[in-house]
């Protein structure tokens, strides 16, 4: 069973920095993209960034600010962010298109169960 686990969210002042981190386990046998969405309360989740390969993409709210990489250990992601602002709150949930061991021809989304960012003015 594919699982992702989050790390890293936290309370931080206005102007701060926080690093996300996403692994993922269990059965895989190849992830074709991971990124991340965040939802504030009573809001919808909302694409944050994603990576694909070498390409990424986010959202216009966090470009310049924001930067999604894969990191060393095999089927993680990391987030970092880099000036933070009150807007940015919300609880940040990592997900991966990922194709199983048990079929290989399809990719199905997988979510992790999301880290609370706060971010005080």
């Known amino acids: 069973q594919v699982r992702l686990v989050e790390s890293g969210g936290g309370l931080v002042q206005a102007g701060g920095s926080l690093r996300l981190s996403c692994a993922a386990s269990g059965g895989i046998f190849n992830i074709h993209t991971m990124g991340w969405y965040r939802q504030a309360p009573g809001e919808q989740r909302d694409l944050v960034a994603t990576?694909?390969?070498?390409?990424?993409t986010y959202a216009d709210s966090v470009k310049g600010r924001f930067t999604i990489s894969p990191d060393n250990a095999k089927n993680t992601v990391s987030l970092r962010m880099n000036d933070l602002k009150p807007s940015d709150t919300a609880v940040y949930y990592c997900f991966a298109a990922v194709a199983t061991n048990v079929d290989r021809r399809y990719y199905s989304d997988y979510w992790g169960q999301g880290t609370q960012v706060t971010v005080s003015s």
């Open positions: 990576i694909s390969g070498s390409r990424t």
